[in-house]
């Protein structure tokens, strides 16, 4: 069979990162005029991934950590900052043209594979839509380069499934279906939201190996984005650790596991369940789950009133990302 | 004394003609004692929480139990009246669910609700309800000035240990937990832990704990049962469970969590799917998924029971004596 949905446009010898942010800023109003608080979801990220690279996006549910990926995808318009993806700046203000363009570039895998499906469409219908909407396949073409796909994520034979809806799939079957969804549009870039928290824990290793080998086949950039530390290691090439709307951390993913420098690193690595560690005895996590707020985030460090390191000058100033090894840097003042 | 819960050869089904169109647990035995916990592991729809729900008498048609029985402190469950049952629930025995943040009235304070299910077993304010609710609070760690707050007050990791706190208000000897941290940050999850781990020595409560993180459980849990298809296919003290995993599926469950640390490795999981219990395979029924299936038995003959320790089952082909006598 000749392949009808090719590569993406081989760029190898472009050494842009595929996706690059600088002081990325999403702020969201709530509450009535008179009383309007201002949500910091988003605050001054910088990050880059590189071309073929697997960047594993960790923290807790109101870090920011889905508000980035949906900013990224131009789901929500950024407050302020910049985006470019393979080197190419989004305008803050993008023509149609030029969004339909970046969101063929930049496909998104969600959370829930129960709600990211339209129930009233079949599988060909939902994996087809992205091909003609974007125009990458003739319309005769069309039912051959969707049985590909669903091939390549594993939904064999691709005929049995190319009828049926979403409710006669389980969610493992939904989350590829997703996966084929997102891989239709031909991107250059891949944002997974938690795309396996929903799932048994039997089926997420095999739809997080099933993301590794068509990032690998395709040399896809993947942003996963996971509160499990241990599915980050498994994933990322590199980790970053978000906290209220920041980068806290950021290094290659077996440093940052062995070696964790921020305070809340430690603090994460030491909560995950493993059968490693004895009962921690020592660790007492009593009064440290609380979330910042993020209408009234504190001048300084957002993490210092739960840190058991906390100093004077924590609270005086937001410390900067420090290198704390080669390709590795935590924003914290131990390390200043 | 008999212990705190004993299960015996239970099996429950769900449907309304006989024989039932699902057989969601087969011939389950366990026993819990005073001041244990014991975990119970396994995929969604391996009848887990249809074992807890029957084993703490809440199990409501069409799924009911088709053989064995279930005991607390000796006394059979099946033999009392709807009325004792209900005089049962929250005094002796107590139940926290998965997403039970949602459990509580969003338009009533939380002592008003508090107040509601104590009065419901004979304790009124008269008696001291809030004093014995407050200092439940404490118990649980959440400050006493929330006591009067409404749910949408609290955090979603303090409205789990409200829900805690409403369930051993009455100090109940007996408390199921049905995936009580799943929908919490692991943080908040750590410190629930905790609190529950040291309530349990303090106020010496046995505990059923329903998850299907494995190693979560090998960390708190005494004593681990792991369930597949309906049936616990391996029982062991929770050390022991991971350091020498004996059924081929609880090791594949362990190799379901990619590690924290060390060098980064492929993991394959478990292939293929679980078996439809409308119409479970013969023989073992982890048989079509098995790695170290023996062709040839493990299709055809129900598994035996070995025991490769006093407290450590498996229910596997590999260990059974009679291994190989099948023909």
């Given amino acids: ?336 | 004394m008999p212990p705190l819960l004993e299960i015996s050869d239970l099996t429950i089904g769900y449907g309304w003609r006989l024989p039932p169109s699902v057989v969601a647990v087969r011939g389950v035995s366990l026993t819990v004692g005073a001041g244990e916990i014991v975990g119970i592991a396994g995929e969604s729809g391996c009848g887990k929480t249809t074992l807890a729900l029957a084993s703490a008498g809440l199990l409501d048609p069409p799924g009911r139990v088709l053989s064995g029985s279930v005991s607390y402190q000796g006394t059979d469950l099946a033999l009392l009246s709807p009325d004792e049952l209900r005089h049962l629930h929250l005094a002796e025995i107590s139940m926290v669910f998965q997403a039970s943040m949602n459990v509580l009235n969003p338009i009533m304070r939380i002592r008003d609700q508090f107040h509601d299910a104590m009065a419901a077993h004979g304790v009124h304010s008269s008696d001291g309800a809030r004093q014995q609710a407050e200092e439940t609070f404490d118990l649980v760690k959440i400050p006493r000035r929330f006591f009067d707050a409404y749910p949408h007050q609290l955090s979603g990791g303090m409205r789990q240990r409200a829900v805690i706190a409403l369930a051993i208000v009455l100090r109940p000897k007996l408390l199921f937990l049905d995936e009580p941290t799943t929908a919490l940050d692991v943080v908040v999850q750590r410190s629930i832990l905790q609190t529950l781990d040291d309530l349990r020595h303090q106020l010496g409560f046995g505990v059923v704990f329903i998850t299907h993180d494995l190693s979560l459980l090998v960390e708190i849990a005494d004593r681990i049962a792991i369930m597949y298809a309906g049936a616990v296919v391996e029982e062991a003290p929770g050390r022991q469970l991971y350091e020498k995993p004996c059924h081929p599926y609880t090791t594949a469950l362990m190799s379901s969590f990619p590690p924290l640390g060390g060098p980064r490795q492929r993991l394959e999981g478990i292939p293929g799917q679980p078996p439809d219990l409308r119409n479970p395979p013969k023989g073992c029924s982890f048989a079509p998924r098995c790695p170290e299936v023996i062709t040839g038995t493990c299709e055809t003959v129900d598994p035996p029971t070995a025991w490769r320790d006093r407290d450590h089952r498996v229910l596997c082909h590999l260990y059974g004596e009679q291994a190989g006598d099948h023909g």
């Avoid at chain 1, 081989?10 to 800023?25: H, I, Q």
């Avoid at chain 1, 594993?154 to 279906?177: C, K, M, T």
């Avoid at chain 1, 095999?206 to 993301?211: E, K, V």
């Avoid at chain 1, 009962?279 to 210092?304: H, I, M, N, S």
């Fill in chain 1, 1 to 336: 069979m000749v392949s009808t949905l090719g590569l993406p446009a081989e760029t190898s010898e472009d050494p842009s990162p595929a996706l690059e942010v600088r002081g990325l800023t999403k702020n969201y109003s709530i509450g009535r005029i008179a009383r309007q608080k201002v949500v910091r979801a988003l605050s001054e990220v910088d990050l880059s991934v590189e071309k073929g690279e697997v960047l594993a996006l960790v923290g807790e549910s109101g870090s920011g950590k889905t508000t980035f990926a949906r900013t990224i995808a131009f789901l929500e318009r950024p407050t302020s900052g910049e985006i470019f993806v393979g080197g190419r700046a989004l305008p803050r203000r993008p023509s149609n043209h030029r969004l339909r363009e970046h969101r063929r570039e930049v496909q998104m895998i969600f959370q829930d594979p129960y709600s990211s499906l339209d129930p009233f469409h079949s599988v060909r219908y939902s994996v087809a839509r992205p091909l003609h909407s974007f125009g990458l396949v003739p319309r005769n073409a069309e039912r051959e380069a969707v049985e590909e796909l669903l091939d390549q994520v594993g939904l064999v034979p691709a005929v049995d499934f190319l009828r049926r809806y979403p409710h006669e799939l389980s969610g493992g079957q939904r989350q590829r279906v997703g996966i084929a969804r997102a891989l239709a549009a031909q991107p250059s870039l891949i944002l997974a939201d938690e795309p396996t928290s929903m799932l048994d824990v039997s089926i997420r290793l095999t739809i997080m190996n099933l993301l590794l080998d068509l990032q690998r086949s395709r040399s896809l950039s993947l942003v996963f984005i996971t509160h499990d530390l241990g599915a980050a290691n498994y994933m990322g090439d590199r980790i970053a650790i978000m906290y209220a709307g920041r980068i806290q951390e950021i290094g290659p993913a077996s440093e940052v596991m062995s070696d964790p420098k921020h305070p809340y690193t430690q603090l994460l690595r030491q909560a995950a369940p493993s059968p490693e560690n004895e009962r921690r005895q020592g660790t007492q996590f009593e009064g440290k789950g609380d979330p910042p707020d993020l209408t009234a985030l504190p001048p300084g460090c957002p993490f210092a009133p739960r840190c058991p390191f906390v100093q004077s000058r924590c609270e005086e100033a937001l410390p900067d990302l420090r290198q704390v090894g080669a390709a590795h840097h935590a924003r914290c003042v131990l390390y200043e």
